[in-house]
């Protein structure tokens, strides 16, 4: 990941404050038949708990019959087991440490399945519908979740982007929608919502990612998760946390094995990124992105690489005349055109350009 978002405090996160209230205060304390006193220390859902209870329709239905299938399930527990499901709730919702800290591992469906096979069917059910079109939030008693998230989303973009276009920073090589457009661009759940439980509507584990690196590319893979690609094995790895407070600088090196970039092929392109010791952190971001992948494409594009290659190359003669510079070198000239990449990395894929122009350099094809 090439940079952070800054997170936005919004009222959307009233979904994940409803989530938290049914599994800490209401499931795992569940004792006698349901009712909506159950609710009592939250009146606001009290309230739209017993609204919805003479709504007749399936998404009205379908949140007040998961509230109490899942009681009737949490009924059936011992104090160790709910404490246990307590846990794996508070872990899952915990998205920055499960980022850093690999001692801990987010609980996937098939792991609450073992144990509790009924409970595992029913939490799947209703996590997974709790963020998207069919979700129950988008009822207008709830405040429309697709309302909410249109609003959360320009206040992110201004927070992020000064309410303009900006740059995704999973790839760097696509764009971010801005509130210029009418559509807005997909949340991507960083944690799989479809694998792993009680995070789908949580804010800190959804992020704005450019279509290519959501739909192309990322799907369902969890970043946290390394898997042999011989031995399928699992291990568990440090992934960037999309809303970090820490800074960081990817490096990234270019390596032509061709001097001819009218042949050379994806084969003899060689890309290497670094990041202080974040060892983990780049070979997630590399491997669930596709990022040496798409970098090698972009520099074999004729608008990306195959461009840079005849600015430098022949754009000296232009540049003498702008710069009223008959005697500007090819070394001035390289210069001038590292000098442009270094004023803003992230702009125009400089933070490839750069690296491209270094290793035209190295090898002398300028």
Known sequence: MLFKYKYVNHEIEKFQKYSDFLFNHVWTKARGDFDSSKLNQYPELKTIYETLHYDDGDWAQFFNS?????????LKLGKAQRKELKRWYRTNNKIHSLCVNTHKSPIKYSEIENRYPRLSVLLKAFYERLYGASSPFNLAVF??????????YQDFIEANFDGHEGICPFCGLNTIKGNDHSKLEAYDHFIPKGKYPFNSINFKNLAPM???CNSSYKLEVNPLMNIDP?????????????????NWNVDIQVELRNPDLKTLSKEEIGITTTCNGRNDEIESWMEVFGIEERYRAKLLGKKAG?????????GIHNARIKLKNENLTKEEWLDYLLGECEEDLIADCNFLKKPFYEECERINIA
Request: with cysteine.
């Open 66 to 74: 998961s509230i109490e299938n899942i009681y009737a399930e949490f």
């Open 306 to 314: 195959i461009n840079w290659y005849y600015k430098l190359k022949d």
């Open 230 to 246: 011989l031995s399928k094995s699992i291990s568990r790895r440090k992934a960037f946390y999309p809303y970090s407070k820490e």
């Open 143 to 152: 405040g429309k979740l697709k309302e909410l998230k249109k609003s959360h």
């Open 210 to 212: 450019c279509h290519e």
